[in-house]
């Protein structure tokens, strides 16, 4: 059974840094491609940023390049989201994801951790 676990999330003050962690079991994921989501109150879920397991290549939306950066550590199937500069914009529930290289979808999702940046 595929998880995917989210944590590092809190309430931090505008211009402050956090990194989250998602911790991925239940399968092999070196064909598969990671990402982070977001959902504020009342909008919809937005794609943030992404990497491939096996590579490494990354990318990103436009609102948060050079902000914050993905990695991912094999040895731990673990995928880290290093948010800096945030904005009380950044505010939202932050979702881990996996999907196939061979799919536009993520196939498995995670709880979500809930990311508060204070103005």
């Known amino acids: 059974q595929v998880q995917l676990v989210e944590s590092g999330g809190g309430l931090v003050q505008a211009g402050g840094s956090l990194r989250l962690s998602c911790a991925a079991s239940?399968?092999?994921?070196?064909?598969?491609?990671l990402g982070w989501f977001r959902q504020a109150p009342g909008k919809e879920r937005e794609f943030v940023a992404g990497?491939?397991?096996?590579?490494?290549?990354?990318y990103y939306a436009d609102s948060v390049k050079g902000r914050f950066t993905i990695s991912r550590d094999n040895a731990k199937n673990t995928v880290y989201l290093q948010m800096n500069s945030l904005k009380f914009e950044d505010t939202a529930v932050y979702y881990c994801a996996a999907g196939p290289y061979s799919s536009r979808n993520y196939d498995y999702w995670g709880q979500g951790t809930q990311v508060t940046v204070s103005s």
């Open positions: 239940g399968r092999t994921f070196s064909n598969y491609r």
């Open positions: 990497i491939t397991w096996r590579g490494g290549n990354t």
